[in-house]
């Protein structure tokens, strides 16, 4: 008797129906989610490899905005943004403050970094990624802004700027950003330079759509050139493109880049097939492009 009454004591308890139900729930509502999120993934990859783009571009939660001064800049400052509509620009306005706020940047040889530096900077950062959903180029944590162009000990020659992925660094000389943009359609801008070989390594480094949809394209770009021997050679005999594109497959990115942004009318009136291939990589469908 006494056994029997110790066992009968220790028995697992009978769960309650609605404890089950709730248990039931999560469950379902969990596999649900799974099935959900997998099945958009499909989705997209599937409308990304259609139509060169993400699904949904932006998602912001908690808008950020610039200051006053900041926005002032980019209204008399860079031209980009005055051909965007209402919309877009306050998504860029958020986009450039949330960059800004992602990086840090350092002064050298006695510079200190203004509100004009860090807008202007970032805004070209944040044009060039402007069709990418993952827009804050993880590749880098610091941007260095020397006064001018400054003398380098690794080569031994003077820079007008330079990427450094292993450092996580993007480097400028301020006197030559600023000359980027100075001549608005020379082709030769410092700044979209750079940033190009950041876009270029960080979509070699990561796996989100966009930087996939950058690789593809890129792939693509790669193959049309090397099937299409007398576009390479209309390339150089037009001096379109300055010599150093020819460097190596980083340069020759940044440059057309350069060139994308500058002279779009020029650029697709010469090289259709390049300039539409270029646009695909970066999603750049915006007034003017």
Known sequence: MILTGYLQQTQTPEISPTIRWVLLSVFLVGMATIIAVRFYMFFESVYASKYHKPFFLNSI??????????????????????????????IFRHRLATFIASKQFIGRDGLMVDDEMRTLISATAVMLTFGFRNYRLNLIDSIIIYPRSYYSKINETYHKGETNPQLKVVVFSWEDFKK???????????????????????????????????????????????????????????????AYAYTNQFEFFAVLLENFIETPEVFHANFPALYQNIKQMLNFNFAGY
């Open 61 to 90: 939660w908690v808008k950020k905005e610039l200051s006053k001064p900041q926005v002032n800049l980019l209204k008399q400052q860079f031209s980009f943004y005055a051909k965007l509509n209402k919309k877009e620009q306050s």
């Open 180 to 242: 980027g943009y100075h001549i608005g359609d020379d082709n030769l801008n410092l700044g979209i330079h750079e940033f190009g070989h950041v876009i270029h390594l960080n979509a070699f480094s990561n796996n989100d759509l966009s930087s996939v949809i950058f690789r593809n394209g890129f792939q693509k770009l790669t193959d049309y050139l090397q099937q299409h021997k007398t576009i390479r050679d209309q390339l150089i005999a037009t001096k379109y493109f300055r």
